[in-house]
């Protein structure tokens, strides 16, 4: 599998998503419907030619795509996207197969087979299902297969879902060892304000976060689609954090896009390939509670890289078990994520105390780290609300 061989360098350049080996594209509902709330089929002929060619010059393609609601609206006669969970489930369950068909058809038109993956956050939460995951989609790639990727919103719950695919879409990424990352959406790339509004500039660049100072994005969706900008900009963050790099332009663009041209925006990796351990703890990972640490604790599992020992905690939220994902919260916010060895029952009688008091007390004969640092992700700061 690809997971064990060499990492390549990421992509220095947008130039070199043309000779990329293996490129995840992602395209939203918006993207995919006319203003009827059907699919258009221009789009989705469009599309799949672009990705059809690209497969045939050796690339391998993971298409990551919305949809399924949105082809199932019509069919039900509903006048608009469902607000309630179980209409949207009904929904998407007729809608994906009307999706997969359209898909199929127009792949098989240039001679290419497609397979379907439907995936929940679950899948990325359990190793075992994101082990499973990986080793279908490393398959169905060797067989010369486009994997249609979407979530399975029949089956998501409230609870735990991805949200939107553009999440989904990075996680897949690095999931399959992408080379890059292409985002595809109603506009033609990141800009500076509003794109409606005169005067707001298009973004080509994003090197650092620097480079998103007074960038003004709102995190409103379409009416068919779920996310907005904000969630393109997160989905940008997980995968360049994980040494991916993206590609943000709208649907029309794909061609060009893909042919390394300079459209859109390009995302620079930012960071190196992650463990699939710590990118499931610091992304998919369900949370279960929240440890305050003091800043002491907070610096030694962020700069320090050190495990949390009871002494750092100054209190919790929640209610977990060992073993239940947590976060960690410094003074200044959202510092970690990670793997908790206590519940939230035995933790209160440890809080502020050192292992030697610990060992005193015959709470615990070798006290462990309360998370370790084998079990820790530290994540992009965000303050507490």
Known sequence: MREDGPVNLPLANRAGVAQAPRIVVKIGSSSLTAPDGRLDLTVVHHLVAVLAARRAAGQQVVLVSSGAIAAGIAPLGLPGKPKDLATAQATASVGQGILVAR??????????????????????IRRQNYANAQRALERLLALGVVPIVNENDTVATDE??????????????????????????????????PPSRPGSRLVPTVSATSDLAGVEVTGRGTAIGTGGMVTKLDAASIATGSGIPV??????????????VEVGTWFAATGHRKSARRLWLAHAA????????????????TDGKRSLLAAGIVGLDGDFEPGDAVELVGPDGVVARGLTAYGS?????????????????????????????????????????
Not at 167 to 192: E, I, K, M, N, P
Not at 251 to 260: C, F, M, T
């Open 345 to 385: 029952g035995e933790l209160p009688a440890m809080l502020g105390k050192s292992s030697v008091q610990l060992r005193g007390s015959g709470s615990d004969a070798m006290p462990r780290a309360v998370v370790h640092r084998d079990d820790l992700a530290q994540v992009r700061p965000r303050r507490r609300h």
């Open 160 to 193: 735990i879902r991805f949200g939107d695919n553009d999440r989904l879409a990075a996680l897949v990424s690095h999931l399959v060892r992408a080379d890059a990352l292409v985002l595809l959406t109603d506009v033609d790339g990141l800009y500076d304000g």
């Open 247 to 260: 590609v943000l332009t709208s649907a029309a663009n794909v061609k060009p896009a893909l042919a390394g």
């Open 286 to 301: 369900q949370v279960r509670g929240r440890l305050h640490l003091d800043a002491g604790a907070a610096r030694a599992v």
């Open 103 to 124: 898909y199929t058809e127009a792949f098989g038109y240039h001679g290419q087979r497609v397979g379907q993956v439907l995936l929940t956050a679950e899948d990325l």
